[in-house]
C-alpha cells in the first residue's frame, strides 16, 4: 500500500498547497533545457542532423537526471517512511490538478458574469488559440478542451509512470512532457530538432490517454463517450489527445472541436461529441463539468489502485 500513500500524500499536498509558486523544479529545468536548445540547435541543420542533435539534446537533459532518481529511490526503499514522503513530494511536483482547475475557474467564472475581454484574456493563458477572436462558446469550447486534455497531462499519466516505475518512471514522463511542450512544435526552429521529444512523449502518453478516456467515460455519459472515442479518437491531429477529447466531449455531451484560429490562420479541426443538434450549449457551466469530470476521474483511478493494490496483497 506504499504507493497508494504517496498518491494519497501528493493529491492532498496538491489540494492544500496547489501549485508550487516559487522555486519550482521544472522552472530550472526549463532553463537547463533552454540552454542545451540553443547550443546544439540551429536553423540551418539539415532533417537528419536536426533529428540527431534534439535526441542528444534529449538524453543529455533527462538520463543523467532520471539517473539520479533512481539511485534516489533505490537508496529510500531501505526506510519506508522516509521513502513515502520524497516520492509524494515529488509526484506533488509532477502533477498540477489544482492549478489546472484554477485556470479552468479563472476563465468559467468572467464567462458566467458575461466579462467577455476578462474571458479572453483568462482563455489565453493556456490556449494557443487567438483568444480576442473569440465568443462565448468559443472560449468555453477552448477552455473545455484544454480541460480534458491536460487532465490526461498533467495528472493522470504522471499518475500512470509512477505507479508503473516509482519516482524515476514520473521523472522521466514529467521531464520528457516538458520537453515536449518547449520543443515539440511543427516550425521551422524545431520541426527537426524537437522530433525526438515530441515522439517520446507520444510513446509515454499512449497507454496513460487511453486510460484517461476510459476514465472520463466511466464517470461521464459512458455509452455516448465509448462511441464518440471509437468513432472520432483517430481523426485529431494527436493520437493521444484525439481519444481524451473525444471520449470527454461524449462524457460531458458536448460538441467540441471544429474550426479554431492560430496564429492568425483558421484551422479546420474534426468535431468531436455527439451532433450539435442533441446537446447542451457549449458555455461557462460545461468547464465547470469539465473539472467536475476530472475530479471524478481522480477518485476512480485513486479507488481502483486501491482495490488492485489490496487484491495484489492477497494473492501473494
Known amino acids: 500500500m506504499t504507493i497508494l ?21 521544472l ?11 540553443k547550443r546544439l540547435n540551429s536553423d540551418s541543420l539539415t532533417k537528419w542532423r536536426g533529428r540527431l542533435s534534439g535526441l542528444l539534446a534529449w538524453c543529455l537533459v533527462v538520463i543523467p537526471l532520471c539517473l539520479i532518481f533512481f539511485l534516489l529511490e533505490t537508496y529510500l526503499k531501505a526506510y519506508t517512511e522516509i521513502y513515502v514522503v520524497v516520492a509524494g513530494v515529488i509526484l506533488y511536483v509532477a502533477i498540477g490538478w489544482q492549478s489546472l482547475l484554477q485556470h479552468a475557474m479563472n476563465i468559467a467564472r468572467p464567462l458566467q458574469k458575461n466579462d467577455m475581454n476578462g474571458a479572453r484574456m483568462a482563455v489565453s493563458m493556456i490556449v494557443s488559440r487567438d483568444a480576442q477572436s473569440l465568443d462565448e462558446e468559443g472560449i468555453a469550447k477552448a477552455a473545455t478542451e484544454s480541460v480534458l486534455e491536460n487532465g490526461a497531462d498533467a495528472i493522470f499519466s504522471a499518475v500512470f509512470w509512477f505507479v508503473l516505475a516509482g519516482i524515476p518512471g514520473v521523472v522521466l514522463y514529467r521531464l520528457s512532457n516538458t520537453l515536449d511542450a518547449m ?32 476514465s472520463y467515460a466511466l464517470v461521464g455519459h459512458t455509452k455516448i463517450a465509448l462511441q464518440c472515442w471509437r468513432q472520432q479518437g483517430m481523426n485529431w491531429k494527436s493520437p493521444n489527445a484525439g481519444p481524451v477529447m473525444a471520449a470527454g466531449a461524449g462524457a460531458l455531451n458536448v460538441t467540441l472541436g471544429g474550426a479554431a484560429r492560430y496564429h492568425s490562420q483558421l484551422q479546420h479541426r474534426p468535431g468531436l461529441g455527439p451532433e450539435k443538434s442533441q446537446t447542451q ?19 476512480l483511478w485513486v479507488f481502483s489502485l486501491a482495490v488492485s493494490l489490496l487484491a495484489w496483497e492477497l494473492i501473494i
Open 27 to 37: 522552472v530550472g529545468f526549463g532553463n537547463l533545457a533552454l540552454a542545451m536548445e
Open 5 to 25: 500513500i504517496c498518491v494519497l500524500l501528493a493529491f492532498t499536498l496538491d489540494f492544500l498547497l496547489g501549485e508550487a509558486k516559487r522555486f519550482h523544479p
Open 183 to 214: 520543443w515539440g512544435y511543427k516550425n521551422k526552429r524545431f520541426l527537426h530538432f524537437g522530433w525526438c521529444a515530441a515522439r517520446v512523449d507520444d510513446v509515454l502518453n499512449f497507454i496513460p490517454a487511453r486510460l484517461t478516456a476510459l
Open 281 to 299: 450549449q457549449v458555455s461557462a457551466n460545461s468547464i465547470v463539468q469539465a473539472c467536475a469530470l476530472v475530479n471524478r476521474a481522480i477518485m
